[in-house]
């Protein structure tokens, strides 16, 4: 025992009192703030002077229907949230041009030029298909833009139907009052614990913890591997074997790296939470105001307590195997390539993330998170976003903890045959050996 903890304080301290470790420690929070908060800002400002209103609309219904459009689209650039922004340049006017349906031929080619000329956005065709199928036509440099295109489709379905109801014998007044309704939606957790904040929030939250223990497990698990294949490229490994067992020096090598990591998440977890109650004042400052407000979902003991595990039995389960890699290998290219099904199994939790998410409680993601291999990850992503019966947290980590016992089982017979050998990788047939005989 006393040579266990031995070589677990010799790992924590290396790595603790490394300027990277500092380095990282302190600018970590700083760097998965502006990773998840810089995109929507540059975003935001991005968008500011994207103005969709500034097309030109050629109406050969003969109806109107163009200056209901540019009407709409009006009412929608001041209702957009972007142009709350401070800075936010407005939208000019939508130019609604009645053409006859024989030249609109020539209108079209003149609003091309004028596009290429960069006199407007685009243009927008209205003609008898559109009141007789409901088909419109658009071109322009911001036909590409998702969120543009749908603003015009929806102006143009608020159109018709406003249209239609205007031939049905409503007065134009009523027709604007009936059709321009603003939704502003929240929505709010409840469980058996009562209201649990923000939906939102909970959503966004249970993703930055998943690819938070995501980066630790790989980045810690491989310096596991690291350490392993320097030891052995360097021979000291065949030095400290003399005085202490391959197990002892295996497990005190994974518990002393984990301990680095499990601090390193402890601090970045107190860093986040004082940076997210200062949001609402960043977000002022930054020229967000859909952020201000924004509060952080409340994480209890025992939540918390089965993050810790998780992360633990991730960590571990992983670090055994990427150990189990560097005894088998004699060099960092070899590594790179037996590493990769590891490497794969640990991405496989990553890339279901967003369905997951759709769906927290759906078969996929209940079934991902009994799967000791992708527990780690997508367990914590599901508990953060919705509330998961306690009997799957058990399975979960029960399935864990088992898959562990056998990672170390197995890794600690290959790590101790493997540290001393040099020469071609083994084979599967050869590792089986190993690890029945050592």
């Excluded at 998440?265 to 997210?276: K, V």
């Excluded at 997951?356 to 953060?384: C, E, H, Q």
């Amino acid at each position: 025992m006393a040579k266990l903890w031995v070589v677990i304080t010799r790992e924590y301290l290396e790595r603790v009192r490394s300027k990277w470790f500092i380095f990282m420690t302190i600018f970590g929070p700083v760097f998965m703030l502006a990773v998840f908060v810089l995109p929507g800002y540059m975003t935001m400002r991005g968008l500011k002077d994207a103005q969709v209103g500034r097309i030109h609309i050629l109406d050969a219904t003969g109806t109107g229907l163009g200056q209901r459009v540019a009407s709409h689209l009006e009412r929608q650039e001041q209702n957009s949230p972007l142009a709350k922004v401070p800075g936010a340049v407005p939208a000019l006017p939508s130019v609604v041009e009645p053409v006859n349906p024989r030249g609109l031929a020539a209108a079209e080619s003149i609003a091309t030029r004028l596009v290429m000329e960069k006199q407007a956005q685009g243009y927008l065709i209205l003609d008898s298909l559109t009141l007789r199928a409901h088909k419109v036509r658009y071109a322009g440099r911001n036909a590409s833009s998702i969120a543009q295109m749908g603003l015009i489709e929806s102006a143009v379905r608020q159109s018709l139907m406003a249209s239609r109801m205007q031939d049905a014998g409503l007065a134009p007044a009523r027709i604007d009052s009936l059709t321009s309704v603003k939704v502003d939606m929240t929505a709010e957790r409840i469980d058996d614990r009562g209201r649990g904040g923000s939906g939102l929030v909970s959503a966004i939250f249970g993703v930055v913890i998943a690819i938070l223990l995501y980066m630790m497990i790989m980045i810690y698990g491989q310096n596991v591997l690291r350490g392993v294949l320097e030891e052995k490229m360097t021979r000291v490994a065949e030095v400290v074997m003399a005085s202490v067992k391959p197990d002892i020096l295996l497990a005190g090598k994974i518990l002393g790296v984990g301990a680095v990591g499990l601090t390193q998440q402890l601090i970045w977890f107190g860093s986040a939470a004082l940076l997210f109650g200062y949001g609402a004042t960043m977000a002022k400052a930054m020229g967000v105001p859909q952020m201000q407000g924004v509060t952080l979902p409340t994480i209890s003991a025992p939540l918390f307590l089965a993050l810790v595990f998780f992360f633990l039995f991730g960590y571990v389960l992983y670090s055994a195997m990427f150990a189990a890699v560097g005894a088998m290998v004699g060099s960092q290219e070899e590594a790179q390539q037996a590493a990769g099904p590891v490497v794969m199994l640990l991405v496989s939790s990553v890339i279901f993330i967003q369905p997951i998410m759709l769906n927290p409680s759906g078969t996929l993601a209940v079934t991902m998170s009994l799967i000791p291999f992708t527990a780690p990850i997508v367990m914590p992503l599901r508990m953060s976003a919705v509330q998961v019966p306690t009997y799957e947290i058990g399975m979960s980590l029960v399935g864990v903890a088992l898959t562990c016992w056998l990672a170390i089982w197995a890794s600690a017979r290959i790590y101790r045959v493997g540290l001393l050998m040099t020469g071609k990788r083994p084979s599967l047939r050869e590792l089986a050996r190993w690890i029945k005989y050592a």
